[in-house]
């Protein structure tokens, strides 16, 4: 069974320009997560899919983020524009339906804003 | 709101030494709590949960943790290491509202170091 999986896997951008991280959770799994860690500091979670639609997005910094989930399978996350502090590793997981499942994660995205 | 707290930022310990990574979180309930770890070049896999039920929790790799509800404590320990298990250690918690399909919250990560 494929794991969670994330593209790219590296992205060097320029500030001001666009980035697209793409996330493809394990099949069927309905809750998709979006984390990021800022060098240096802790993992910090950005927004929580159930299925296509937005459960908590508490923790998305700005308006220069946006997460979709088209038909509740893979995941987008696009930042426009990216600026400096927005570097760092992007983190995508997944979990299934039930109680008490295990969330599992992707390898990551890491971003680095010149 | 709950955090976490992993005071150690660097452990660096001989192999074949026996290991502790301290956690200490902070909320009002009894959380769901978590260790992952992230090895180079890898992502996060999950190394042990505790969700209810038996305080001691065995884990992948020969890891186990301890939850002390007095301490507010989840540390975790190895009684021998070996030059793989340096890595990062990151210890997480949930607030169990969602029976754990819910954001969790990381500490800052422990890096730990392996000498021969």
């Known amino acids: 069974e494929a794991g969670v999986t994330q593209f790219p896997s590296h992205s060097v951008i320029e500030k001001g320009q666009t980035v697209t991280l793409r996330c493809d959770p394990i099949s069927g799994h309905d809750n998709l997560y979006w984390y990021r860690r800022v060098m240096g500091k802790e993992i910090k979670f950005l927004l929580h899919f159930v299925k296509e639609s937005k459960q908590d997005e508490s923790g998305m910094p700005n308006n220069r983020f946006l997460a979709e989930r088209t038909g509740g399978t893979y995941s987008t996350l696009k930042v426009q524009p990216a600026e400096l502090e927005d570097s760092g590793v992007y983190f995508c997981?997944?979990?299934?339906?039930?109680?008490?499942?295990?969330?599992?994660f992707g390898e990551g995205s890491w971003l680095t804003v010149v | 709101a709950q955090s976490v707290t992993q005071p150690d930022i660097h452990i660096t310990v001989s192999e074949g030494a026996s290991l502790e990574l301290r956690c200490n979180y902070s909320y009002g309930a009894t959380p769901y709590l978590f260790w992952y770890v992230q090895s180079p070049g890898q992502g996060l896999q999950l190394l042990l949960k505790?969700?209810?039920?038996?305080?001691l929790v065995q884990g992948i790799k020969g890891f186990e943790a301890e939850f002390k509800r007095s301490q507010s404590s989840f540390n975790l320990r190895k009684p021998s290491v070996h030059w793989s298990d340096a890595a990062e250690y990151f210890c997480?918690?949930?607030?169990?509202?969602?029976?754990?399909?819910?954001?969790?919250?990381f500490g800052t990560g422990t890096r730990l170091t392996i000498i021969p």
């Open positions: 997981a997944s979990s299934g339906t039930g109680l008490r499942n295990t969330i599992y």
């Open positions: 997480a918690v949930a607030r169990g509202a969602n029976f754990g399909n819910e954001k969790l919250t």
């Open positions: 505790y969700f209810s039920g038996d305080t």
